[in-house]
Protein backbone atom coordinates (compact mmCIF):
# COMPACT_ATOMS: atom_id res chain seq x y z
CA UNK A 1 0.00 0.00 0.00
CA UNK A 2 1.65 3.44 -0.85
CA UNK A 3 1.38 6.24 1.29
CA UNK A 4 2.40 9.94 0.70
CA UNK A 5 2.84 12.40 2.92
CA UNK A 6 3.03 16.03 2.44
CA UNK A 7 4.81 18.95 4.26
CA UNK A 8 5.88 22.33 3.10
CA UNK A 9 2.69 24.24 3.21
CA UNK A 10 1.70 27.48 5.17
CA UNK A 11 0.81 31.15 5.14
CA UNK A 12 2.96 33.77 2.43
CA UNK A 13 1.90 36.68 1.21
CA UNK A 14 1.57 37.20 -2.31
CA UNK A 15 4.61 37.08 -4.51
CA UNK A 16 6.34 34.86 -1.61
CA UNK A 17 7.27 31.48 -2.38
CA UNK A 18 6.63 27.96 -0.84
CA UNK A 19 8.15 24.39 -1.67
CA UNK A 20 5.68 21.21 -0.84
CA UNK A 21 7.06 17.96 -0.58
CA UNK A 22 5.52 14.61 -0.94
CA UNK A 23 7.38 11.65 0.55
CA UNK A 24 6.21 8.40 -0.29
CA UNK A 25 6.58 5.01 0.89
CA UNK A 26 4.97 1.48 0.19
CA UNK A 27 5.65 0.92 -3.23
CA UNK A 28 8.15 -1.28 -5.38
CA UNK A 29 9.73 0.96 -7.94
CA UNK A 30 9.21 4.19 -7.62
CA UNK A 31 9.61 4.50 -11.62
CA UNK A 32 6.38 3.04 -12.20
CA UNK A 33 4.17 5.67 -10.80
CA UNK A 34 2.93 9.45 -12.19
CA UNK A 35 2.74 11.75 -9.26
CA UNK A 36 0.15 14.69 -9.18
CA UNK A 37 -0.39 17.84 -7.18
CA UNK A 38 -3.91 19.02 -6.97
CA UNK A 39 -6.02 21.72 -4.97
CA UNK A 40 -9.19 22.64 -3.44
CA UNK A 41 -9.89 25.77 -3.28
CA UNK A 42 -12.99 27.25 -0.58
CA UNK A 43 -15.87 26.85 -2.33
CA UNK A 44 -14.52 25.50 -5.58
CA UNK A 45 -13.66 22.41 -7.71
CA UNK A 46 -10.90 20.14 -7.18
CA UNK A 47 -8.11 21.07 -9.64
CA UNK A 48 -4.88 19.19 -10.72
CA UNK A 49 -2.08 21.76 -10.69
CA UNK A 50 0.95 19.82 -12.14
CA UNK A 51 1.98 15.98 -13.14
CA UNK A 52 5.16 14.47 -13.56
CA UNK A 53 5.26 10.80 -14.96
CA UNK A 54 8.45 9.74 -12.78
CA UNK A 55 9.85 7.14 -15.66
CA UNK A 56 9.62 9.87 -18.58
CA UNK A 57 10.68 12.84 -15.91
CA UNK A 58 7.77 14.76 -18.21
CA UNK A 59 5.66 17.29 -16.84
CA UNK A 60 2.65 18.93 -17.47
CA UNK A 61 0.81 22.19 -15.89
CA UNK A 62 -2.63 23.96 -15.40
CA UNK A 63 -2.73 26.94 -17.22
CA UNK A 64 -2.80 29.04 -14.40
CA UNK A 65 0.23 28.01 -12.63
CA UNK A 66 2.46 27.55 -15.68
CA UNK A 67 5.95 29.79 -15.48
CA UNK A 68 5.25 29.77 -11.85
CA UNK A 69 5.18 26.43 -10.14
CA UNK A 70 7.60 23.49 -10.62
CA UNK A 71 7.16 19.77 -9.66
CA UNK A 72 10.62 17.78 -9.41
CA UNK A 73 11.66 14.96 -8.65
CA UNK A 74 13.83 13.39 -6.04
CA UNK A 75 13.79 9.01 -6.82
CA UNK A 76 16.53 8.14 -4.25
CA UNK A 77 14.45 9.85 -2.11
CA UNK A 78 10.89 9.07 -3.24
CA UNK A 79 9.83 12.28 -2.81
CA UNK A 80 8.52 14.96 -5.41
CA UNK A 81 8.02 18.66 -4.72
CA UNK A 82 6.50 21.53 -6.24
CA UNK A 83 8.02 24.52 -6.05
CA UNK A 84 5.68 27.43 -5.87
CA UNK A 85 6.84 31.33 -6.69
CA UNK A 86 5.07 34.42 -7.44
CA UNK A 87 1.97 33.01 -5.45
CA UNK A 88 -1.31 35.16 -5.54
CA UNK A 89 -4.11 34.87 -3.14
CA UNK A 90 -6.18 32.88 -6.04
CA UNK A 91 -3.57 30.17 -4.94
CA UNK A 92 -4.80 29.95 -1.84
CA UNK A 93 -6.37 25.79 -1.15
CA UNK A 94 -5.43 22.60 0.07
CA UNK A 95 -2.82 20.88 -2.00
CA UNK A 96 -2.90 17.07 -2.42
CA UNK A 97 -0.05 15.15 -3.15
CA UNK A 98 -1.67 12.03 -5.48
CA UNK A 99 0.04 8.89 -6.93
CA UNK A 100 -0.77 6.27 -9.35
CA UNK A 101 0.73 3.41 -11.51
CA UNK A 102 1.86 4.22 -15.07
CA UNK A 103 -0.58 2.63 -17.84
CA UNK A 104 1.36 2.37 -20.87
CA UNK A 105 3.42 4.31 -19.61
CA UNK A 106 1.15 7.25 -19.26
CA UNK A 107 -0.39 9.26 -16.21
CA UNK A 108 -4.00 8.93 -15.95
CA UNK A 109 -6.04 11.13 -17.75
CA UNK A 110 -8.29 12.03 -15.84
CA UNK A 111 -7.14 13.12 -12.27
CA UNK A 112 -9.58 11.49 -9.97
CA UNK A 113 -8.19 8.46 -11.38
CA UNK A 114 -4.96 8.60 -9.24
CA UNK A 115 -4.71 6.23 -6.89
CA UNK A 116 -3.29 6.81 -3.85
CA UNK A 117 -3.64 10.32 -2.08
CA UNK A 118 -2.07 12.30 0.83
CA UNK A 119 -3.94 14.09 3.56
CA UNK A 120 -3.33 17.55 2.17
CA UNK A 121 -1.44 20.32 3.21
CA UNK A 122 -2.62 24.41 3.78
CA UNK A 123 -1.29 27.15 1.66
CA UNK A 124 -2.99 30.29 2.44
CA UNK A 125 -1.77 33.60 0.59
CA UNK A 126 -2.64 36.77 1.74
CA UNK A 127 -2.80 39.87 -0.42
Known amino acids: QVQLEESGGGSVQAGGSLRLSCAAS?????????MGWLRRAPGKEREEVAR????????AYVDSVRGRFAISQDNAKGTVYLQMDSLKPEDTAIYYCAASLLVGGRCPRNPADFRYWGQGTQVTVSS
Open 52 to 59: INIALRTT
Open 26 to 34: GYTYYSNYC
